[in-house]
């Protein structure tokens, strides 16, 4: 029998081999490597699926990695913080609230790794058929635009494995199985690599502002970001801020603000009919329907499922009306303490069900662990919200108002809250009718101000655990949480996350694990 079966396989070799090219020929129903990168068409392809990585359309946040994590399930981030629960446990956000955090945990501690260095994998891929490139349909102005865009894609993603692993390997050409087991480098050295790649995309990008771009990076989108990875990397391993690096935040600030402004309306920024040309966006991941929307979509997960459940700390961290906190006001109505507070209060949070007046209401079809949800992503056209609903509003990544509390922290670290750091304050509080700040605030006291601020506007758009970890008060203020829903236990080693444990032993020696995990 064995005899027999060695028979049939040597007969199908010849008779293959007498095909002439069969082993050669390309599939025909799908793109080739070795038939695509022939065109400037093909690259604008590539580049297109370069951006789409960020979208995480398919799928859904429960996924390894997590689909959309730098997308619409951006929001998600916010429950491994103060600001809200997660009773799905998205991303391993219990694990990562409660301390369970080790080189086997999954969810965001392994997925944060794996997605970078996929998304980095395309990118280089693409940089390397670029550079190769030899056809005439493709001007060196357009070649260098490109190469700026996945540059700036690149920079994206190392900048988060720069903040929650430190140091890692730096990969900036496709491996193969000769180079494919790579050595961590030092997380200064990751941090110069992405600093090289903005001021390449400085250089290389459009002048227009983004909003002008058909969803394209320009200038001041790597701009924003470069002042984003220096404003992080300012605080070094103890909080204490580097004004020379701050120096360099101001200045990338005020080079941008005056291509943008703010949107009259807060809410027009997160729902679809607000965001086609507004001019507080610097950068977004864009969907559009029928095609380019998550499969869960933003207004199923947050609106009915109840994917993030904002604290009630969260809640009472919104001043009252008149710029006085909740509960110091006279303002303060525990019967109603809706009324009388800081707009976004209402725009960013729901209570048990969305309500969008007139009768146009959706009650959540999952349980209300704090008994609220988040509202801020959500759009009232596409009501009910269900499996069915195309959510194609754009997941902004950043935006005007981060860039003016950049520049006012910058700027008061530097030199104290002069008059332009009250200007940047007031602004986003006049947007809301907030009153400006009290005259005469002490740098510490301006510091808190900006601090509690950015907690207020930038709520569930990915930030506030980079904050607390840049500003190196992450455990003081998360092992103060007691309203979480389940214990919160952060120590000091959490700063930076394990390297994945499969990742490890795949390198056979060669990517060590970061010491407090070995």
Not at 54 to 83: E, F, K, L, Q, R
Not at 239 to 247: E, I, S, V
Not at 424 to 441: Q, S
């Amino acid at each position: 029998m064995k005899r027999y079966k060695l028979l049939i396989i040597i007969l199908s070799v010849i008779a293959l081999s007498g095909c002439e090219d069969y082993l050669d020929k390309q599939p025909l129903d799908q793109i080739s490597s070795s038939t695509f990168w022939q065109t400037k068409s093909d690259f604008d392809m590539a580049l297109t699926a370069n951006y789409g990585y960020m979208h995480g359309s398919t799928g859904g946040p429960w996924d390894t990695p997590p689909a959309g994590m730098w997308g619409y399930v951006m929001p998600n981030w916010d429950n491994i913080t103060d600001n809200s629960f997660g009773q799905h446990g998205y991303g391993g956000s219990k694990q990562i609230v409660s301390g369970d955090i080790s080189s086997t945990t999954g969810g965001y501690v392994t997925g944060v790794y794996r997605f970078c260095y996929q998304a980095i994998a395309r990118g280089n891929i693409f940089l390397n058929e670029l550079n190769a490139y030899e056809g005439t349909d493709f001007t060196d102005a357009e070649k260098n635009k490109a190469e700026a865009e996945v540059r700036f894609l690149r920079a994206y993603y190392y900048f988060q494995l720069y903040c929650f692993y430190g140091d890692v390997p730096l990969i900036l050409e496709p491996l193969t199985l000769e180079n494919q087991e790579q050595p961590k480098v030092d997380a200064a050295q990751i941090l110069t690599q992405v600093i090289a790649d903005l001021d390449f995309a400085i250089s290389n990008l459009n002048a227009i502002p983004y909003y002008e771009n058909a969803g394209h990076v320009t200038k001041s989108t790597a701009q924003a970001l470069k002042a984003r990875v220096l404003i992080y990397a300012a605080y070094g391993e103890n909080g204490t801020p580097d004004n020379t690096m701050l120096a360099d935040v101001r200045d990338l600030c005020l080079d941008i603000m005056p291509h943008y402004s703010l949107s009259p309306e807060f809410e027009n920024l997160f729902q679809d009919a607000g965001q086609s040309g507004n001019e507080e966006i610097i950068f977004s991941v864009n969907y559009l329907a029928p095609d380019n929307v998550p499969t869960y979509g933003t207004d199923l997960i947050y609106g009915d499922w109840l994917v993030v459940s904002p604290l009630q700390s969260f809640v009472d961290a919104f001043e009252c009306s008149d710029g006085l906190p909740w509960g110091e006001s006279p303002l303060t109505d525990t019967e109603n303490p809706f009324e009388n507070r800081d707009a976004r209060l209402s725009k960013t949070v729901f209570v048990d069900f969305v309500d969008w007046g007139n009768g146009n209401v959706h009650n959540p079809s999952n349980s209300r662990p704090t008994g609220y949800g988040l509202k801020k992503f959500l759009d009232p056209g596409n009501l009910p919200y269900g499996y069915s609903t195309l959510s194609q509003q754009n997941t902004v990544v950043i935006r005007l108002a981060e860039v003016l509390l950049m520049y006012a922290e910058a700027q008061n670290e530097i030199s104290g809250p002069d008059e332009t750091v009250y200007n940047a304050m007031n602004a986003i509080r006049d947007r809301v009718d907030l009153p400006d700040l009290p005259e005469g605030l002490s740098k510490e006291e301006m510091r808190e101000r900006i601090r509690h601020e950015r907690r207020i506007e930038l709520a569930f758009e990915g930030l506030r655990y980079l904050d607390l970890k840049r500003w190196h008060i992450a455990g003081e203020v998360l092992n103060s949480v007691t309203d979480g829903n389940l214990p919160y236990h952060w120590e000091d080693k959490f700063y930076h996350w394990p390297i994945p444990q499969d990742e490890i032993d795949k390198n056979h020696g060669t990517l060590v694990q970061n010491p407090d995990y070995q």
